[in-house]
């Protein structure tokens, strides 16, 4: 019998539902774990952490894996070997979720490899596992021996006729207008990830302060009951850190140098004056600390930091440019001629080419995950190759990053598209990044606007995208908001912070974040600069293409959509597939049937191939009746008797020799031939058939 002595359970409220926190019975060989409930929905979290640093590690190897079960939904997952394999988007996006609040903070100098993962139990639909697997991340963390700065609190936030919603329900989601995922300490938000219906900015604020009143929550519980009662004593580790004496001669020797070679406004002078001063000073100290390069370059690292967020606090950008000013942009879109709509976006040394293509409803992106979505009908996926910034790396397959790009972008312009009832088309947009330096997927948001513009896909608003950045004093909590950030000021900065939207309002929202913790005042100011940035980038969007185009392109499917009775698929369908198949071989089209006896037909070139698609299969769906008049063949000929004509696939009739002529006719041969096309009414329609009467032979 295993000994649960030490299990111990803690419940709370959280938005009017029960959490259930079980710790010290499973997985007790982790730093930490912990299983969340809430509800039906059951995640277990565990933290690992290396017993010491990687050799010559310079990043932080943290780890974060959410892992999908299929039995947690009651699936036998697909595929030949029936078991789970590469992580969907969904998962990569929620792991993503996960480790963004969480990173900030551990403490600087840890270089041991920490694993979180999260894996979904048991799911219900309702409540999404998400959250529970961020509380459940900041839970693990807490109770562990890991040095870490917690705990934080997470809450998926919606709002519904004007009212906030905390975690709504699959129902709740279809009526919200905004979807944020939030995550922070009790002092201040670390992640914010949202998408919405063009919602002001002052919506997006009171969700953002209304999500971290409930956060704030479950920090205090998770401090005050958990840790206590079940946490470990944090590890003493000597982390790793720049001598104070070598730093102090570093700068004495090095500071005058940089400073002076970060005088330009250049990137590539720059970078180049940048290069040469920092080989002088390692060179000089090559001999002074020669077991210590390491400690030297990363001196020099924090110099350089600190000279560059010097001058942005004096409101100097290391381009010249003003805090609030979009760099320069220009746009063309049409440039790829057999591409259904096309466009470059490109701001600065920043260059996105967007593609977009549309195909039968029936292309849309078949799903398998733990949440009830089965298909994605627009699709936005984000490609970074090497060359963007300038490195000589072979292609690859998409990475974390860019899932995460493009399920953005995906996100800021999903408000926008229009209905399948609407426009009757599967959609998929790519980002192929051109040049690179700073805020990427922000030019994929409005490269991909144009696009589908430029390709006739009548969206209900133009969208388009800037990044915030931050350079915040710890001490004196002075803080610069920088508007289209570049690469260095990402870099040396504290904060990314993506505002899409449309003139109206936000689309959507992303803020990764390297300080703990951002305030109100900082949000407020970063989402107000955010739209004047917006609003001047859709001006220059608009300029190059003021509408949508009026007609697609002469390359792209030609789609007709109608609705026949359900109980009528298997009549148009025909045995083994026969009649449907017949129908697009005569007439050139592609046909899909949705189990709600939607028809989507498709052709390419001239729409009337289409439409006559779509008169044969109203016809095979039509229950006959008095009155109706077809256009039929005739097929079989009884000649003293009549001619059978086959008015619609699988259904036919016969034309009784009386109803041939007003004149008498003595056999059928002398007015009809096998073959013939004829024109026909209906008469009647007994047991044993339905009677035709010949209105006009047609050939």
Not at 137 to 159: E, F, K
Not at 167 to 178: F, Q, Y
Not at 337 to 352: K, L
Request: negative net charge; glycine residues 8%; aromatic residues 6%.
């Amino acid at each position: 019998m295993p000994d649960l002595s030490n299990s111990k359970v803690f419940k709370t409220n959280y938005a009017g539902r029960e959490l259930i926190v079980e710790i010290g019975k499973y997985a007790e060989q982790a730093n930490g774990a912990c299983l969340v409930r809430c509800g039906d929905t059951a995640v277990h979290v565990s933290v690992c952490m290396s017993e010491s640093a990687r050799e010559g590690m310079d990043f932080f190897p943290l780890s974060v894996d959410f892992e999908e079960k299929m039995f947690a939904v009651g699936k036998i997952p697909g595929g030949f070997k029936k078991r789970e394999g590469r992580a969907s988007d969904k998962a990569i996006l929620i792991s993503r979720l996960i480790d963004r609040p969480i990173r900030p903070l551990f403490p600087k100098g840890i270089f041991n490899d920490v694993v979180v993962t999260a894996t979904a139990l048991s799911v219900d639909p309702d409540i999404a596992p998400e959250p529970i697997a961020m509380i459940g991340s900041s839970v693990a963390l807490s109770i562990s021996d890991i040095p870490w700065a917690g705990p934080t609190g997470s809450v998926i936030v919606g709002c519904i006729d004007g009212n906030y919603v905390i975690n709504p329900t699959v129902a709740e989601k279809e009526k919200s207008t905004i979807h944020l995922s939030l995550a922070g300490t009790k002092d201040a938000i670390l992640m914010i990830e949202a998408g919405a219906k063009e919602v002001t900015d002052e919506e997006m604020v009171g969700a953002i302060m209304y999500g971290h009143e409930e956060i704030k929550k479950i920090c205090a519980w998770i401090e005050e009951e958990i840790v206590p009662a079940a946490g470990k004593t944090k590890k003493v580790m000597e982390l790793y850190h720049i001598p104070e004496d070598l730093d102090a001669a570093v700068k004495a020797y090095g500071y005058d140098k940089l400073f002076a070679a970060l005088d330009t406004f250049d990137r590539q002078e720059r970078q180049v004056r940048q290069a040469e001063a920092e080989a002088e000073i390692i060179e000089h100290f090559a001999e002074i600390y020669p077991d210590q390069i390491r400690e030297v370059k990363d001196s020099i690292y924090y110099i350089v930091k600190g000279i560059v967020r010097a001058k942005i606090f004096d409101g100097v950008r290391p381009d010249g440019r003003k805090l609030t000013e979009v760099r320069p942009i220009w746009c063309e879109h049409g440039i790829l001629p057999r591409v259904h709509g096309s466009a470059v976006f490109t701001r600065g040394q920043t260059q996105a080419l967007t593609t977009c293509t549309l195909d039968m409803l029936g292309e849309a992106q078949r799903m398998e995950g733990l949440d009830e979505e089965e298909e994605k009908r627009y699709m936005h996926q984000y490609n970074f190759p090497g060359y963007s910034t300038g490195e000589a790396k072979a292609l690859r397959s998409p990475g974390r990053r860019e899932i995460g790009h493009g399920a953005l972008a995906e996100c800021a312009l999903v408000p926008v598209i229009p209905a399948p009832e609407e426009f009757p088309y599967a959609i998929r947009v790519v980002s192929d990044i051109l040049s690179s330096n700073g805020s990427s997927s922000m030019a994929s948001v409005c490269g991909s606007t144009m696009a589908l513009m430029d390709a006739g896909v009548p969206i209900k608003a133009p969208v388009a995208g800037c990044a915030m950045g931050l350079v915040k004093d710890p001490e004196t909590g002075k803080y610069v908001i920088m508007t289209d950030i570049q690469g260095l000021e990402d870099f040396l900065g504290d904060m990314d912070f993506k505002v899409a939207g449309t003139d109206k309002g936000i689309t959507a929202i992303q803020m990764d974040i390297k300080i703990k913790g951002i305030s109100k005042e900082i949000m407020l100011d970063a989402i107000a600069q955010a739209q004047e940035a917006r609003k001047h980038i859709l001006g220059k969007m608009l300029e190059c293409i003021p509408a949508v185009s009026e007609e697609l392109s002469a390359y792209a499917p030609k789609i007709v959509t109608f609705k026949i009775n359900p109980e009528k698929i298997g009549d148009v369908v025909g045995k083994q597939g026969k009649v449907i198949n017949k129908i697009i071989e005569q007439t050139g089209t592609k046909i899909d049937i949705e189990e709600d006896g939607t028809v989507c037909i498709a052709c390419y070139g001239d729409v009337a191939n289409a439409r006559r698609a779509q008169a044969i299969v109203e016809s095979i769906a039509h229950d006959p009746e008095i009155g109706d008049m077809f256009v039929g063949v005739v097929v079989r000929i009884l000649s003293k008797v009549g001619a059978f004509v086959e008015f619609a696939p699988g259904k036919d009739g016969m034309v009784h020799i009386s109803k041939l002529s007003e004149q008498r006719v003595n056999q059928v041969e002398d007015v009809l031939n096998i073959g013939d096309k004829v024109k026909v009414e209906i008469i009647k329609i007994g047991e044993k058939g339905i009677d035709l009467k010949l209105l006009e032979k047609l050939n």
